[in-house]
């Protein structure tokens, strides 16, 4: 019978038995193998087996060779899915490592378990089941396959080249040879997806062309709740992420500082390509929000008035984050370069509210729309010198009903304007960390980031022109942009203390910025 050890460490499946309905391998699967397999992903928000209390709540049947999505309910009451499928014929190895769930026996056979996120086969029939628009019932539950009119331009070939995109957070992406990006959704939640809502709405109604086409979704329907499970765009040919491709810019750029003449003028080009880029960033945002706002007839994109009720909103969120951070800032024992910046934002506790309040009061009564809500430049791709926008998902820590909560459009144009400043300050953080930073450098990105806020700005304002969706009046503009720049920092602050904390002084700059500007300080 061999050891203890083991024998946990095969699952056993009698014989003559499915994996899928046996009681006892479900409950060793949840006791034993499931939290060991989700500590180790990146998608899973825990990385402590014994914490982990998985329930299988769900097995829904995707493909007659045992490919199920498996739907788990932990201890937080969150869900999430696995696309499961149990194979007897191939061994573990190093590209399968990852994704083994479990080794399994069987009478005299043994094989493997293992999540199928991105595994080819799995890729090529959900794009299948896509293009049939098919639905499949199974276990109380219905899987939905939802294709868009766009779809049908796409080539029908079979899939060749499937990739999985290194580095995800919080779903898993794979690319298909130069036609699709496929996404599935690791935590789901009923209701209405936002991004789904987002790139249904841009995709075909507003027909805007500077994000991915969608090409369809796959939703679960359950009594009278769906949730989407996964969504699938056309791929664009691209350079990588705007935060990835600015670093690069600007490493070009002070690399080439205090030298020749050559590397000078090599400096003054990055900088100037960079600044033209950014400026088609502005105008790119701007024909983004005028899309969201341009069919009033449909009630999720209908521009509205703000009211009472969203300042309360706006100002309890923000508020509810700063509190937090106080309690943070005042029991952590952070380096002591960073206690200045600290005791500096711990100083404006008392007058934060008021300060707040002050900023967006001036908002009620003004337009708001539907928005992209987590907009920086990691949700850009850079693709032939322009900006394509992505990632319509919202905050991902924030519930399904606040992401799709309408707000100003300078909400995601602050975004931008503290991710551009990110930027420039996370470069000078890590060179004056590998201690490469000279005061020249230093001046530069100084110079950096105020030259690319100011292009993104003054560009966005020119291509958004006079709307109702951008205060006519500069100091109007500027309280409400202070409000949701301090809204964002916050967020930035929260952030790095929970998970970088060496980085804090990036953002604690950026929240005294704010304050400061504003005589709070």
């Known amino acids: 019978m061999g050891t203890a050890a083991e024998r946990l460490a095969f699952l056993d499946i009698p014989e003559g038995s499915s994996w899928v309905a046996n009681s006892e391998v479900t409950a060793a699967l949840e006791r034993h193998f499931l939290p060991a397999y989700l500590a180790k992903t990146r998608w899973f928000p825990s990385n402590s087996a014994t914490r982990i209390k998985p329930k299988i709540i769900a097995n829904l049947p995707f493909a007659a060779d045992s490919t199920t999505f498996v739907v788990i309910e932990t201890n937080q009451r969150a869900r999430y899915l696995l696309p499961l499928r149990v194979d007897w014929s191939v061994e573990a190895g190093p590209e399968l490592d990852k994704s083994i769930v479990a080794r399994l026996h069987q009478g005299e056979r043994e094989g493997l378990l293992c999540d199928v996120a991105a595994d080819p086969t799995f890729i090529r029939r959900l794009l299948d089941h896509l293009r049939r628009e098919a639905s499949i019932a199974g276990s109380g539950w219905r899987l939905d396959f939802k294709p868009t009119s766009k779809l049908g331009s796409q080539p029908p070939n079979t899939p060749s080249r499937i990739r999985a995109i290194a580095g995800e957070q919080s779903n898993s992406t794979a690319l298909v040879d130069q036609d699709y990006v496929v996404k599935l959704y690791r935590q789901i939640e009923p209701g209405q997806n936002p991004e789904v809502e987002m790139g249904h709405f841009l995709t075909e109604a507003a027909n ?55 590397e000078r003028d090599k400096a003054i080009t990055a900088r100037r390509d960079y600044l033209q880029w950014v400026r088609r960033l502005g105008c790119r945002v701007a024909e983004m929000h005028r899309a969201l706002a341009s069919r009033g007839e449909v009630a999720a994109f209908k521009p509205e008035p703000i009211d009472e009720g969203d300042l309360d909103f706006w100002i309890g969120d923000v508020m ?53 809500g987590d907009l920086h430049l990691g949700q850009v791709l850079v693709a032939n010198e322009d900006a394509v926008i992505i990632d319509f998902e919202g905050e991902p ?51 950096w980031r105020e030259q690319t806020t100011d292009a993104f700005l003054s560009a966005y304002q020119e291509a958004i022109g006079a709307s109702v969706l951008w205060p006519d009046r500069a100091e109007d503009t ?25 980085w804090i002084s990036v953002p604690l700059q950026g929240v005294l910025r704010v304050l400061e500007e504003g005589g709070v300080g």
């Not at 491709?245 to 080439?256: F, K, P, Q, T, V």
């Not at 029991?331 to 509210?353: A, Q, T």
């Not at 991710?419 to 060179?431: E, F, G, H, N």
């Open 320 to 372: 509810e984050r700063a509190a937090r951070i106080f309690k943070k800032l005042e029991e952590s024992s952070l380096d002591v370069d960073e206690c200045p910046l600290m005791e500096r934002l711990l100083r404006v506790k008392p007058r934060l509210y008021d300060y707040a309040v002050n900023l967006i009061r001036p908002s009620l009564g003004r337009c708001k729309i539907r928005h992209h």
């Open 397 to 447: 820590s924030r519930p399904l009903a606040d992401r799709r909560r309408k707000a100003p459009a300078a909400r995601d144009v602050a975004g931008v304007l503290r991710s551009l400043d990110y930027a420039a300050m996370a470069s000078r953080q890590q060179r004056r960390m590998s201690e490469k930073l000279n005061t020249l450098e230093s001046r530069a990105l100084f110079a």
């Open 208 to 262: 805007f062309a500077h994000t991915p086409a969608l090409l369809g979704h796959l939703e679960a329907a359950h009594t009278s709740a769906s949730y989407a499970l996964g969504i699938v765009h056309s791929f664009v040919p691209n350079s990588g992420d705007a935060w990835t491709w600015s670093a690069e810019r600007l490493s070009i750029y002070l690399d080439a500082m205090g030298k020749g003449s050559e």
């Open 478 to 502: 500027k309280a409400m942009l202070d409000f949701f720049l301090l809204e964002k920092a916050l967020y930035e602050v929260e952030y790095e203390l929970s998970y970088r904390p060496a």
